[in-house]
């Protein structure tokens, strides 16, 4: 029923950008609110971005200043822009949707492999 697909994951050099992609299908209301998460191999899945009840966005501590999550409703699809990338940020990145704010959603993306290193 609801559909996340994720795409633009790659290899790429510290310092260097990609954007994510997710386009979203299913009810509006079970995709209502959306975010980003990544799991490193070894690692307990976290929080990278979501957006919040009043219209803004919040972002873990680790990529604030560096990742920038945005939105077109026409396409349905939500972004995850990354600059300044650091070996640390290797890891799937999935999306993630559900029906209410300050919840984690209960869908999933399949997840796209972000690889950085020289």
């Known amino acids: 029923q609801v559909q996340l697909v994720e795409s633009g994951g790659g290899f790429v050099q510290p310092g260097g950008s990609l954007r994510l992609s997710c386009a979203a299908s299913g009810s509006s209301s079970d995709i209502a609110v959306m975010g980003w998460y990544r799991q490193a191999r070894g690692k307990e899945r976290e929080l990278v971005a979501r957006f919040t009840s009043s219209g803004g966005t919040i972002y873990a501590d680790s990529v604030t200043g560096r990742f920038t999550m945005s939105r077109d409703n026409a396409e349905n699809t939500v972004y995850l822009q990354m600059n300044s990338l650091k070996p640390e940020d290797t890891a799937v990145y999935y999306c993630?949707?559900?029906?209410?704010?300050?919840?984690?959603?209960?869908?999933w993306g399949q997840g796209t492999q972000v690889t950085v290193s020289s």
């Open positions: 993630n949707a559900g029906r209410y704010f300050g919840l984690v959603g209960r869908h």
